[in-house]
């Protein structure tokens, strides 16, 4: 079946400081890309999507300055959290759709911890 | 925008019994509606879908159903085992750009 592979798996950085998340489709070609944020005992809430090659489009309220998003290739797109804050804290995923897929296919996630 | 509210936001059931979970959308267009199952710190994991032009589906011991007329669907689990306890979510794609809304999101626990 569809595999998103996602990393790091875990990050802790220092506050200001920037860091970059990978979700890399194994075995299909991820036309689209969607990027969630969880914080504790809350529900997915959908950043930005992406699609191979175009800029992305972002939720109302978030910030695209701060949270770059890059799907440059079918098979690789990347969110980099720009000057990162502790309330950027939070378990960020993936889930990536493809040409042919109904569903959805969720990376395993990224649990950012700012200090 | 779509929007998706889950009921309840917890539930607690007796293992062997059975657990319901609802929820509502708002755009009647959407077309796709996944349930996931979330384990603490982990991905969430499809356990059942359904589409618009489908009015139940079952798998072993997990069904849902959905009703576009009322704009709701619910996820049932019939003879829960203490493995079911977990953080479930439904969710809509929408028309507009294949995204999926999740609802809020309903903690279970089976009790042995």
């Known amino acids: 079946g569809a595999v998103v592979s996602q990393h790091p798996s875990r990050v802790i950085c220092k506050s200001g400081t920037s860091v970059k998340i990978e979700c890399r489709s194994l075995?299909?070609?991820?036309?689209?890309m969607f990027w969630y944020r969880q914080f504790p005992k809350q529900s997915l809430m959908l950043m930005a999507t992406?699609?191979?090659?175009?800029?992305?489009?972002?939720e109302q309220g978030v910030e695209k300055d701060k949270f770059l998003i890059n799907h440059a290739s079918l098979t690789l797109s990347t969110l980099t959290v720009t000057s990162a804050h502790p309330e950027d804290s939070s378990f960020y995923i993936c889930?990536?759709?493809?040409?042919?897929?109904?569903?959805?296919?969720f990376g395993s996630g990224t649990r950012l911890t700012v200090v | 925008g779509e929007n998706v509210e889950q009921h309840p936001s917890t539930l607690s059931v007796q293992e062997g019994d059975s657990a319901v979970i609802k929820c509502t959308y708002s755009?009647?267009?959407?077309?796709?509606f996944p349930w996931y199952k979330q384990e603490l710190g982990k991905r969430p994991q499809l356990i059942i879908d359904?589409?618009?032009?489908?009015g139940e589906k079952k798998d072993q011991r997990i069904a849902v159903t959905l009703n576009k007329t009322a704009k709701h669907f619910s996820l049932h689990i019939t003879e829960t085992q203490p493995e079911d306890s977990a953080v479930y979510f439904c969710?809509?794609?929408?028309?507009?750009?294949?995204?999926?809304?999740f609802g809020g999101g309903t903690r279970v626990l089976v009790k042995p």
């Open positions: 889930s990536a759709g493809g040409q042919g897929l109904y569903g959805y296919t």
């Open positions: 075995d299909f070609q991820a036309t689209t």
């Open positions: 992406s699609n191979e090659g175009s800029k992305a489009t972002y």
């Open positions: 755009d009647s267009a959407s077309n796709y």
């Open positions: 359904i589409r618009s032009n489908v």
């Open positions: 969710a809509a794609k929408g028309a507009a750009g294949n995204k999926l809304t």
